[in-house]
């Protein structure tokens, strides 16, 4: 059975950094993209960006190229998404989904609520 | 303001048929040859319902179906039942097939 299973939430304060995770399983990891979507409070869906496991090959959307990294460990079969500085703006839930392509989300993690307050 | 745009909300009554569109606004949705659909019902993650414009993967019913003309895409759900009240956006891709897009979602009120 294909799971991808995301780290808790959080609560950070502004200027803090912070590294989710998303960790698959039931699959072959390195073999398929793993997209970030985010979702603001009570707002839509926004493509955030995908990686390959495989080779670590990242695509981001440009609105959020260099505010967010994407990362993957394929020997734990994890993918990773971090902020150096976060901000209030950053405050949503973050999905992963195993992508049959950058459009293609065939399966979804249960979301990472980033909570930023001062 | 997305490059793909949505009607924000859509209703029916039970046994009936809806369609939502999808129009691509910019021309930086290179070619809007590939849509995909996805489902989200309040506090879930997003289900996936439509691939390639018209492709269902399995288990969704066939009661959803794609199709596209130009630079439009629709989503019809026919035969509403109740468990189909939920928020629907389309995604494509942009900037040369570079990375993706979402619509900015549809809200489907089953009446």
């Known amino acids: 059975e294909v799971q991808l299973v995301q780290s808790g939430a959080e609560v950070k304060k502004p200027g803090e950094s912070l590294k989710i995770s998303c960790k698959g399983s039931g699959y072959s990891f390195s073999t398929y993209w793993i997209g970030w979507v985010r979702q603001m409070p009570g707002k839509g869906l926004e493509w955030m960006g995908i990686i390959f496991p495989g080779d670590s090959t990242t695509r981001y959307s440009p609105s959020l190229q260099g505010q967010v990294a994407m990362s993957a460990d394929k020997s734990i079969n994890t993918a990773y998404l971090q902020w150096s500085s976060l901000k209030a703006s950053d405050t949503a839930m973050y999905y992963c989904?195993?992508?049959?392509?950058?459009?293609?989300?065939?399966?979804w993690g249960q979301g990472s609520l980033v909570t930023v307050s001062s | 303001q997305s490059a793909l745009t949505q009607p924000p909300s859509a209703s029916g009554s039970p046994g009936q048929s809806v369609t939502i569109s999808c129009t691509a606004t910019?021309?930086?949705?290179?070619?809007?040859?590939?849509v995909s659909w996805y489902q989200q019902h309040p506090g879930n993650a997003p289900r996936l319902i439509i691939f390639e414009v018209t492709k269902r993967p399995s288990g969704v019913p066939d009661r959803f179906s794609g199709s596209k003309s130009g630079d439009t895409a629709s989503l019809t759900v026919s035969g509403l039942q109740a468990e189909d009240e939920a928020d629907y956006y389309c995604?494509?891709?942009?900037?040369?097939?570079?990375?993706?897009?979402f619509g900015g979602g549809t809200k489907l009120t089953v009446l």
């Open positions: 910019s021309s930086d949705v290179g070619g809007f040859k590939y």
């Open positions: 995604c494509s891709y942009a900037g040369s097939n570079n990375f993706g897009v």
């Open positions: 989904a195993r992508g049959i392509s950058p459009i293609k989300f065939d399966f």
